[in-house]
């Protein structure tokens, strides 16, 4: 049976991964923080299944023991400081974990397990202002973000430790990926939670920045298929993982209201304080050596995506406020 170990499994990306490495009749071992309460909301129909370890991504000891304690053949390194907007306020905090996180998380594994395959979650945010659209493996980066030059660095030490200490070490450059386990604090969630509480009567407008910024959006669950077929190849290599289309925020709200038969027009009123201080304007990725090296297909439609996000997030909101009358019953998407 083989065996792995994943960091941030409690997150969107790394609870798509369990249940997808048991289902393949993995060992899963999660890493989580001590911390005085836990969220596993994400992993809650899973979280037998998974063996649980302490440890943090800013204590190399507590890494080197999980790392002793679960002898991986495969460590997936998801968790960091991962909301953008945060980053700005908390770049220190953003540097020590999605950086430095990763430095300790590679000699964690070099020490204890130098035979382990390593995945690091790199973020197409590293491409910034981009200089080439589409963006691929060999693209520029300029990052425009401490979340984006924290995640550059977590890029260029992992190639560091797979060419200084012949590790078998690869990052997926993932652009943007959702689903209904996306936080409330990203945009395609903010919008979908949005969506459903004023179809429901409980909001009247959604505060919103950029409209225009461009992303290249695709669903989690697909993306983590991508970050196992890179373990199984013979040779460690980066890839861009992406759905090669591009959608602006206002196509995002368009698809997100119209589903559920309003017109966003009608609710988004336009915030200055949701502006970054430096906008990735647009963001495209080209994913065909994925497909080509690692025979990774998309299943799930961009459209598709987002009512999934809308119906689920609906349901939710129902089941929150299913003891108040004024509640409307008839949603057709539910």
């Excluded at 559920?260 to 200055?272: A, F, S």
């Amino acid at each position: 049976m083989k065996k792995a170990l994943i960091t941030g499994v409690t997150g969107q990306d790394g609870s798509y991964l369990a249940e997808l490495l048991l289902e393949k009749g993995y060992k899963v071992y999660g890493v989580r923080r001590r911390t005085s309460t836990a969220n596993y909301e994400n992993v809650e129909h899973i979280k037998d299944e998974i063996e649980w370890i302490s440890g943090d991504l800013a204590d190399l000891s507590s890494l080197i023991e999980a790392v002793n304690k679960s002898q991986p053949d495969e460590v997936y390194n998801l968790a960091a400081q991962s909301f953008v907007e945060a980053s700005w306020p908390q770049p220190l905090f953003t540097g020590n974990v999605t950086a430095i996180g990763v430095t300790n998380m590679l000699e964690a594994v070099r020490i204890a397990r130098p035979a382990a395959k390593f995945y690091q979650a790199s973020s197409s945010e590293m491409f910034g202002k981009v200089v080439e659209t589409p963006q691929k493996e060999t693209t520029p980066f300029y990052p425009r973000s401490p979340y984006g030059v924290a995640k550059l660095y977590g890029h260029w030490i992992t190639v560091n430790y797979r060419e200084s200490f012949d590790m078998f070490a690869c990052s997926g450059i993932l652009f943007n990926h959702e689903s209904p386990r996306r936080g409330m604090e990203f945009v395609t969630r903010k919008v979908t939670n949005a969506v459903a509480r004023i179809k429901l009567g409980l909001q009247n407008e959604l505060r919103m920045g950029n409209l225009d910024a461009k992303r290249d959006w695709g669903f989690a669950g697909d993306y983590v298929k991508a970050m196992w077929l890179m373990l199984q190849q013979e040779q460690p290599d980066d890839y861009v993982i992406s759905t090669g289309e591009t959608h602006t925020v206002r196509e995002l709200l368009e698809v997100a209201f119209s589903y559920v038969d309003l017109n966003y027009e009608d609710y988004v009123v336009i915030d200055p304080k949701f502006f970054r201080p430096a906008e990735v304007d647009l963001l495209l990725g080209d994913c065909s050596k994925a497909k080509q090296t690692l025979g990774w297909e998309l299943d799930v439609s961009f459209e598709h995506l987002i009512h999934m996000m809308v119906e689920a997030d609906i349901k939710r909101v129902l089941a929150e406020h299913k003891y108040r009358s004024e509640i409307i019953t008839d949603v057709a998407v539910v």
